[in-house]
Nanobody
Framework: QVQLVESGGGLVQAGGSLRLSCAAS????????MGWFRQAPGKEREFVAG????????LYSDSVKGRFTISREYAKNTLYLQMNSLKPEDTAVYYC???????????????????WGQGTQVTVSS
């Protein structure tokens, strides 16, 4: 059974940092695109960041570019999201996602991903 489990969320003041982790189990994702999405109350789920299977290419939404960094650790089958200079508008539930096909380009639409974690809450206070 494939599982993606996020951790690292919490409450932080504006300007602070958090590091999210997404541990994958049940199958390796070393050849798959992985990404982070977020969903704020009353809003649609939105793309935050994505990374290719090789880790050689990343993509960020304009709202987080320059503040967030996505990375992956193959030995641990784990995806990370380092979030710096957090703003109140970053408050949301953050989800990691993985695609099932190998060697795909970075995907930005949520329906293109096949596996999802349960989400971790990030709250940024002003």
């Amino acid at each position: 059974q494939v599982q993606l489990v996020e951790s690292g969320g919490g409450l932080v003041q504006a300007g602070g940092s958090l590091r999210l982790s997404c541990a994958a189990s049940g199958r390796p994702f070393s050849r798959q695109v992985m990404g982070w999405f977020r969903q704020a109350p009353g809003k649609e789920r939105e793309f935050v960041a994505g990374i290719t299977w090789s880790g050689g290419s990343t993509l960020y939404s304009d709202s987080v570019k320059g503040r967030f960094t996505i990375s992956r650790e193959y030995a641990k089958n784990t995806l990370y999201l380092q979030m710096n200079s957090l703003k109140p508008e970053d408050t949301a539930v953050y989800y990691c996602a993985a695609e099932s096909s190998a060697y795909s380009p970075i995907l930005i639409r949520s329906y293109e991903y096949d596996y999802w974690g349960q989400g971790t809450q990030v709250t940024v206070s002003s």
